[in-house]
């Protein structure tokens, strides 16, 4: 009965279809809204913890996996050069190369490519399968936002960089780490003398002396040229057999090494010291090695190439910090209470102003500086910024 009086009614009927359409729009928009709120979250999750971690690029990629997959993404994979050290970036599902060149062909990918200074960032964010529509729309919102601020923080780390060259200018940088040694070095020194109470320690002192001052001297006398003429001047070439000056520096810094292997080369005796120091005082502060005397000395290996000479640095190490490849050069980055930041950052830069390269390498226990250099060097001056 009550069937044929709806039937009969077109009011009726016009009433329950306009019910039935507003329970249907009231889902829609209460799904939407959900959706919304779901993204608005994602998307202020990214920005706090972009916040956090200081808008650093590394930490923010790391880090931010997880919000990502929540907004359902299955992947993330690329790589960042990092101040010349490259990062492989796998996170989420793990896929074999067959299965990440479908994804690439496909629609379900967002590439992401920045690049500024010395840092390059490559990739790619692969959506879930059974992401459609609207969840898709929302995703891309998300993948978008996450690349902005990707950018932004690009930005803003060559920016510290640029503004603390132009306040420091360039030569300016290594001056400063030159005083902060010599400064040390003094430090050193009068503990010692402070130390010194029989006459055997006093003579021991003369003698190590003899050895470190005439290099401490040399820097010492680089720095003030420096200071007057406000370049960094590497035009002390000369011939040197390379295996006896690493021992000279090595002795110089306070280390025992086995070296291996023998080459005549022309080069910026000041340059070659300048670097040897650093690398050695770096192995000094990261490997366990110095910590435990008689075990796994630093090992150097020299080998004369057709116009180069490769220089091969191993030490056993068990320090974590040093895992962290990508942030070796990268300019005032330090786990060092007392250091600056700058001491593999020139190795590079005094390297590729003499047209050579560094390469860093962790292995199982041990870490790896390859140094590649010209035979045969021409004189060479970094001229400041200014």
């Not at 996450?146 to 200018?169: A, C, D, G, H, P």
């Not at 910090?321 to 830069?349: C, D, H, Q």
Request: proline fraction near 2%; charge should be neutral.
């Amino acid at each position: 009965m009550a069937l044929s009086v709806i039937e009969s009614s077109p009011v009726l009927q016009f009433s329950v279809l306009l019910v039935i359409l507003g329970l249907v729009v009231f889902g829609i928009v209460l799904y939407l809204k959900r959706q919304s709120v779901k993204v608005n979250n994602a998307i202020l999750n990214l920005y706090q913890l972009n916040r956090e971690v200081e808008q650093d690029v590394l930490n923010f990629i790391q880090l931010s996996w997880p919000i990502l997959a929540e907004a359902g993404f299955e992947s993330l994979f690329g790589q960042v050069v990092w101040f010349g050290e490259t990062r492989v970036i796998t996170l989420g599902k793990k896929q074999n190369i067959l299965a990440e060149t479908r994804a690439l062909k496909s629609s379900r990918f967002r590439k992401i490519q920045l690049e500024e200074g010395d840092i390059q960032v490559q990739l790619h964010l692969v959506f879930s399968r059974d992401l459609r529509g609207e969840k898709k729309l929302m995703a891309d919102i998300i993948s978008q936002t996450y690349s902005v601020l990707l950018s932004s923080n690009i930005t803003s780390k060559n920016m510290q960089f640029i503004l603390s060259k132009e306040r420091l200018e360039r030569f300016q940088l290594f001056v400063q780490h030159d005083v902060k040694n010599l400064a040390q070095f003094m430090a050193l020194l009068d503990h010692q003398i402070q130390q010194c109470r029989s006459t055997d320690k006093k003579i021991a002192l003369v003698d190590r002396l003899k050895i470190l001052l005439p290099s401490q001297t040399e820097k010492a006398n680089k720095v003030i040229g420096l200071m007057r003429s406000g370049n960094i001047e590497f035009n002390d070439v000369e011939t040197i057999e390379l295996g006896p000056f690493i021992l000279q520096c090595a002795a110089a810094n306070d280390l025992v090494i086995a070296l291996e292997g023998q080459v005549e080369m022309s080069v910026s005796k000041l340059m070659l010291q300048q670097v040897l120091s650093e690398l050695m005082a770096n192995f000094k502060t990261h490997s366990e090695a110095w910590q435990k005397p008689g075990n796994s000395l630093l090992r150097v290996n020299i080998l004369a190439l057709e116009a180069d000479v490769f220089i091969s640095f191993k030490a056993r190490t068990s320090d974590e910090e040093i895992l962290k490849a990508e942030r070796l050069f990268e300019p005032f980055w330090t786990t060092s209470t007392s250091g600056m930041g700058l001491g593999l950052f020139i190795v590079r830069e005094m390297l590729k102003a003499a047209q050579g390269r560094i390469e860093f390498i962790q292995l199982e226990e041990e870490i790896v500086f390859n140094i590649t250099l010209p035979r045969v060097a021409k004189a060479k001056a970094i001229k400041s910024a200014g």
